[in-house]
Structure formats: structure tokens, C-alpha cells
């Protein structure tokens, strides 16, 4: 008997895997809170350059603050005050019908800056002063927190792998609590930086053992269902950030705030069970056993359970363990395994760049940041119900394909659509935005029926690893429009289409055994129906 079997005959989705997804609620709604809190955290809000040095004790200090910005600061071609730059001395005949300047120097901004806090209390950037020439540096934040992600998302796949999903999801909630504190505390730019790191690496380990330890938990009928249940998380979470984010306008409670769920989440651990495939994988049968059979009676499946003794659930993962150890060298040891890693790469690589690029450029289509958040949050709820009903029809393949095919389609629409046209710019931005987070959780389940479980959080972790590389690279990506206004959104087209047609090159995994060992990637897949009973 499968181990499959013997989960669809003590229910596969019973009372059981219900309290196994509430409880995880609590520390998956805090990624988005740190995965996009840079939209608000690291805002730039208008500025100009300080122009207090310029009074000189008589004229300039009788002039309306209307009037001093006319003749310290040069104006842009929409008629605008620069952001950058200032006179080095008052120019008073811009107060007159005469605008010349032959004798005007120009120079950048000497005394800091002045930011209009109507919108952000305080930022990253009105705190530092990373505007102008240091902009690369209120970037760099976002840079540096996916950094922290992707060496995190390995690091926490091959410990998951070697001593289990639960006690790796403790360590992840208290690291993520502590450095995230740390990082609302910050005195400087540097140790800032360097929590957020640290933060990131943590939060990856949630990102990416929480998601397996459910769907291994699922039986094969109803894996399509907890793969979107469980993303429905991130909607709830993007919600929450909207709303927070409009409420608290300092970066440092921000924070804070959106960190808190996590300490719920370190007192619902103790109800979190191990994931009884892993722990069968590893020659763990007694303890397997044990949450199995917690598994059957919560979801009032007890007789199921009666003849069923450890050694028959050993048996079930039908290659015996030989306390091997497997480590990231084994996704490329054999060749179906080989193919599926690389190909799994790009894609997710694709996946995450051409996400990122979207959602952490809000202000980029004209309207309220506040309310572009919500708006996003929004739309990702009946996106995902139908990913679902989607994914049950065609299959993963054709589903990461064409929701990664039509999100460039939006980004390319976009290219040619007037900046002033800032309606239909967020119309068509909300589309490609909804279809890119159909591509990241049609990905993610994806993902975990792709590995055999010996090695699955090795493949989530290295899989990680190439999509947080790509979020990383995305916010530097928006510095090109410098270079051309419209590189930046063609960079993220052809990275969105590459990756789309690269998912053609997967295999499918719709209603298939989620393989446990090496081996059963290497021979063909067996596959399931709704009409009969798991072979």
C-alpha cells in the first residue's frame, strides 16, 4: 500500500490539514509585510533641495516660500522645482517678467533636503537622505533584504531536509523576530542594511518549509486545492500592509507591526505536526506513525488505522533508507532530475524578477500608493480561485505557461500607453500584476510535486535561491530608466516570455503521486483519477 492510499483513506483533507493551514496563517502573513514593505518603508516623497543658506538677512527673508523656491531652485521642463539642484545664489530676476539666467550658477543641493510629509511621515530616504546621487542606495535596501532570501531559501532547504520541517519553522519565526526588531532599531544605514539581511535569510525559511509541510500533508485529489488555499495567505497579508502601512507613517512601527504575528505563531508551533513523509523518507517510522494516526483521529478515521503498524508504513515509501544523506548535488545527479532542476530555475527566476518588478514599482503608475497596494491585494483573491479551477482542467504546465506569456503581453501593452494616462497604465499594471501572482503560486505548488520529497526542500531551497536572485537584480533594473524611460519594462517582458515558453520544457504534474525517492522522478509517473482508486 502507497503512502498516498493510506492519507486518502484517513482523508486527505479533513479537520486535520484545516488546523495545519489556520495555524501556519499566522507567520505566512508577515512575508508580504517584508517582502513589499519597501513600497512604503524606502518611499521617496517629493523634495527639493534645502535653500535656507541663500537668506541672506534681508530681501530673500521677506519673499513667500513660493517666491524663494523661484529664485533658489531651477525648474524642471513641467515647470516643477528640481530635486537635485539649486542656485548658489538667489536669482531675483525670476521675480520679474525677465527670466535670464546667463550668470546663474547652478549647482547640487549644498544643506540636505526638504521632503513634503503629507503622504510618509518618514522614510528610508527622508531619514538618510538617499535621494539624488545616493538613490542607488534606497534601492540597494530591497537589493540587499532578497540577498538575505536567496542564501536563506538553500540554507534553510538542506536543514529542513536533514533534521526536519518543524523544528526549522521555529528557528525561522524567533530569527525573523529578532533581526527584524533589530532592524526598527537601527541607529545607522550600515547595521540597517545588515539586519535586513539577516531578516530576509530567516523569512525564507518560512517562505519555503511551510508551503511542503502542507502540501505533504494533502492527498493527491485535493494538492491543487492546498497549493491556493495555502497562497491565499499573501493575499491576506498584502491586505494588511495596505492598511497598515496607511495608518502607521513611520518605517521603523511599521515594522514592527507587520513582524507581530510571528510571535502568535511561536505559541501555535506546539501544535504543528512533522511532515510524516519526510519522516518515513528517513527511516522514521514510530514517529510517522504517531502523527498519522493524530491525523486519522481528528479527522474521525480511526478504523482506518487499526492494521496499519509502523513497519507496513515503511514499507509503503517502497525503497528501503539506507541513512543516506542527500544534498544539493543529487538535483543534478541523474538526468530527469537534472532537466527538472535547471528548467525549474529559470522559470522561477522569470517568475520572481518580472513579480517584483510589478509590485515594487506602485508609484510608477500615477495614483495613490495606498491605494495601488489595495488594489494589487485585491485582485489577487479572484485570480487565485480561478488559477485553481485552471489548474484542475489543464494542468501546470500550460497554466505557468500562459499566466507567464500574458503577464509580458501586459508589460509590452503598457510600453505604449501614455505616461498621463494613468487609468489605463494601473489597468493594464493591475492585469499583468494579477497574472504574475497567478504565475508565483502556480509555481510554487508546482515546485513541490516536481521534487521526490528526499530531496524536495533542497529543490524549494535552490529554487529559492535563483528566484530571490532574480528579485534582487529587479528594483536596480528600474536605475535603466536613466538610460532609456522604457528599458526597464522591456527588460521585464522578455524575462516574463523567456521563462514562460522554458516552462514547456517541465513535466506534468496534475494528479500524479508526489514522488518520494530519487528513483521514482527517473521512471515514468504514475498517474490518478477521480474515478478510482490511487493504483
Aim: with cysteine; charged share 15%.
Amino acid at each position: 500500500m502507497k503512502f498516498d492510499n493510506i492519507l486518502s483513506e484517513i482523508n486527505g483533507f479533513g479537520k486535520f490539514q484545516i488546523r495545519l493551514v489556520l495555524i501556519q496563517i499566522l507567520a505566512r502573513i508577515t512575508m508580504p509585510g517584508h517582502f513589499l514593505l519597501n513600497n512604503f518603508m524606502a518611499a521617496v516623497p517629493s523634495h527639493h533641495c534645502n535653500i535656507s543658506a541663500l537668506d541672506d538677512g534681508g530681501f530673500f527673508g521677506n519673499l513667500t516660500q513660493e517666491q524663494k523656491l523661484a529664485v533658489g531652485i531651477p525648474a524642471e521642463q513641467d515647470g516643477t522645482p528640481s530635486s537635485c539642484l539649486m542656485f548658489s545664489e538667489p536669482q531675483y530676476q525670476y521675480l520679474s517678467a525677465s527670466n535670464s539666467s546667463e550668470d546663474a550658477s547652478i549647482v547640487q543641493c549644498q544643506n540636505g533636503w526638504v521632503y513634503d510629509n503629507s503622504t510618509f511621515k518618514s522614510t528610508l530616504a527622508t531619514e538618510w537622505d538617499l535621494v539624488c546621487s545616493r538613490k542607488a542606495m534606497n534601492r540597494a535596501t530591497a537589493t540587499i533584504f532578497f540577498i538575505g532570501v536567496m542564501c536563506g531559501a538553500p540554507l534553510f532547504g538542506f536543514l529542513s531536509d536533514r533534521f526536519g520541517r518543524r523544528p526549522l519553522l521555529l528557528v525561522s519565526y524567533l530569527s525573523s523576530m529578532m533581526f527584524a526588531v533589530f532592524s526598527a532599531f537601527s541607529p545607522s544605514y550600515v547595521m540597517f542594511t545588515i539586519m535586513r539581511f539577516f531578516t530576509g535569510m530567516t523569512l525564507a525559511g518560512i517562505s519555503i518549509i511551510s508551503i511542503v509541510l502542507n502540501v505533504e500533508w494533502f492527498g493527491i485529489e485535493h494538492r491543487t486545492f492546498s497549493g491556493i488555499i495555502i497562497s491565499l495567505d499573501w493575499t491576506v497579508g498584502n491586505w494588511m500592509l495596505a492598511g497598515l502601512a496607511y495608518w502607521i507613517k513611520d518605517w521603523r512601527m511599521l515594522i514592527l507591526v507587520v513582524t507581530s504575528p510571528l510571535i502568535m505563531a511561536v505559541f501555535t508551533w506546539r501544535w504543528l505536526p512533522e511532515s510524516a513523509r519526510w519522516l518515513l523518507a528517513n527511516g522514521k517510522a514510530d514517529t510517522a506513525h504517531h502523527y498519522i494516526v493524530k491525523c486519522a483521529e481528528m479527522n474521525n478515521r480511526s478504523k482506518c488505522m487499526a492494521n496499519i503498524t509502523p513497519e507496513m508504513l515503511l514499507e509503503s515509501t517502497e525503497t528501503k533508507t539506507d541513512g543516506r544523506k542527500y544534498t544539493f548535488l543529487d538535483l543534478f545527479r541523474t538526468p530527469n532530475t537534472r532537466k527538472i532542476a535547471i528548467c525549474s530555475g529559470i522559470v522561477w527566476y522569470g517568475v520572481a524578477f518580472t513579480y517584483y518588478g510589478i509590485s515594487l514599482n506602485i508609484t510608477g503608475f500615477g495614483l495613490n500608493p495606498y491605494l495601488t497596494q489595495l488594489v494589487f491585494a485585491s485582485i489577487e483573491m479572484p485570480m487565485k480561485i480561478g488559477v485553481y479551477f485552471f489548474l484542475e482542467k489543464i494542468g501546470r504546465k500550460q497554466g505557468e505557461t500562459w499566466a507567464m506569456l500574458l503577464t509580458g503581453l501586459c508589460l509590452l501593452i503598457n510600453m505604449f500607453v501614455a505616461q498621463d494616462k494613468e487609468i489605463i497604465r494601473t489597468a493594464v499594471g493591475v492585469l499583468g500584476k494579477a497574472l504574475s501572482e497567478a504565475s508565483f503560486t502556480i509555481m510554487f505548488l508546482y515546485t513541490t510535486e516536481l521534487y521526490p520529497t528526499v530531496i524536495r526542500q533542497n529543490g524549494l531551497g535552490y529554487t529559492a535561491f535563483l528566484a530571490r536572485l532574480g528579485v534582487s537584480i529587479s528594483p536596480l533594473i528600474m536605475l535603466l530608466e536613466d538610460v532609456w524611460h522604457l528599458l526597464p519594462s522591456l527588460i521585464y517582458c522578455a524575462v516574463a516570455v523567456g521563462s514562460g515558453l522554458v516552462a514547456l520544457l517541465l513535466p506534468e504534474t496534475l494528479n500524479t503521486r508526489l514522488p518520494e525517492f530519487i528513483e521514482d522522478i527517473e521512471k515514468p509517473r504514475v498517474q490518478s483519477t477521480r474515478r478510482k482508486e490511487i493504483q
